[in-house]
């Protein structure tokens, strides 16, 4: 019953954050190993499955209130798929310990940025941009 509600937990709490567009693996991952256990390369594997379902109900939404800017998505799937690739060949081909390192790290640096390196003027240029690339 405990593994029930804790995959409950971790199931609704990724999903708000893939739903958000941070990316459901950046509380997925460290869920699954911190909590149940897991082997990392199992919790890698477990997210690209489950982002599949949690990405399409997410970019239907962001693509119905326009939020999709379809020209840089294009270019972006190309160069996501070559990474995809070599990042699955590294996952595989280091060790365990060394991984989790690799995606603690990866996951400080992201919410030291998040905390840190964003001033508000800059957000609303952002925003403004977005409007007037989904507008074209």
Do not use: C
């Given at each position: 019953m ?18 958000l ?5 950046a ?21 690209l ?12 939404t ?68 977005e ?6």
């Amino acid at each position: 019953m405990m593994e029930i509600a804790l995959l409950l937990g971790i199931g609704l709490a990724a999903g708000a954050a893939a739903g958000l567009g941070v990316g459901g693996g950046a509380l997925l991952i460290p869920g699954l190993t911190i909590f149940l256990g897991m082997d990392q390369r199992m919790a890698q594997g477990i997210n690209l499955l489950y982002f599949i379902p949690t990405a399409v109900i997410a970019v239907i939404t962001h693509i119905k209130n326009g939020k999709i800017n379809k020209e840089l998505v294009k270019g972006l799937i190309f160069y996501g798929l070559a990474g995809a690739g070599a990042g699955a060949f590294l996952a595989l081909s280091v060790k365990q310990e060394a991984l989790r390192t690799l995606f603690g790290y990866f996951l400080l640096l992201v919410g030291m940025y998040e905390l840190f390196g964003k001033a508000d003027n800059k957000d609303d240029a952002l925003s403004r941009k977005e409007q007037k690339n989904t507008l074209e």
